[in-house]
């Protein structure tokens, strides 16, 4: 069966440390790789997304994420956190030519400590 | 250009009620995705829809529930005799074309008493 895992529950920083959640998935083929956030009562915010090339993916407030394909994982990063980056955070994945039909992870709930 | 709008935000049922939950897409878009959060779960995909037509309905559980998404107006999400499984966050999206980037709403809170 096709799954995504994200092994953290919870993750903990300091504030101005680097930061990362792990994602790794289990799907046949080529898939496309996503990331989104959930700040509390709201919905998903879109961070970044991986279909091909460079495996290193740059998105949205400074968050990038590294697809890796003979480990597949495609773990999020930033290099230095802020407190407002706290939110749960979401690794999912779709397949080509499968439309929005996305795949999520448990989710992994990001703490920054000031 | 407002984001997608769902409503209500938050719906409390008793058991065998009906709930009817509400997704308006962003403006241009004609793909919709309903998506289910249980507690401490992630998002699992339940229907996809684009204008009058269900494209693939395979996340849906087989009873009770049903979706449309009309020519003119929002697209309903339907639970017909709910129970207490059913509390969960439901969660609206849409994209422009079938690959496009996804948009979500904030979720409408469905609670079965």
């Known amino acids: 069966a096709q799954s995504v895992a994200q092994p953290e529950d919870q993750v903990n920083v300091a504030e101005g440390n680097p930061l990362t959640v792990k994602c790794t998935y289990s799907v046949s083929g080529n898939p496309y790789l996503f990331w989104y956030v959930q700040y509390p009562n709201r919905g998903l915010q879109f961070l970044l997304k991986y279909i091909t090339g460079d495996n290193l993916v740059k998105g949205s407030y400074g968050f990038e994420a590294e697809f890796n394909k003979s480990q597949t994982s495609f773990h999020l990063k930033k290099p230095s956190a802020l407190v407002s980056d706290s939110a749960l955070y979401f690794c999912a994945v779709s397949l080509p030519g499968g439309y929005n039909k996305l795949i999520f992870g448990a989710g992994t709930r990001l703490a920054v400590h000031p | 250009n407002a984001g997608v709008m769902q409503n209500p935000r938050h719906l409390v049922r008793r058991r065998g009620q009906e709930a009817r939950l509400r997704c308006s897409p962003m403006?241009?878009?004609?793909?919709v995705y309903w998506y289910r959060q249980l507690p401490e779960e992630g998002l699992k995909f339940m229907v996809y829809?684009?204008?009058?037509?269900?494209?693939?309905e395979s996340g849906m559980p087989k009873e009770r529930f049903s979706a449309e998404f009309p020519k003119e107006g929002p697209s309903i999400l339907r639970i017909q005799q709910v129970v207490r499984g059913d509390s969960a966050a439901y969660f609206c999206a849409s994209s422009p074309n079938q690959d496009g980037e996804l948009f979500f709403g904030e979720g409408s809170r469905l609670t079965v008493l």
């Open positions: 403006k241009g878009h004609s793909h």
């Open positions: 829809l684009q204008k009058e037509n269900i494209i693939d």
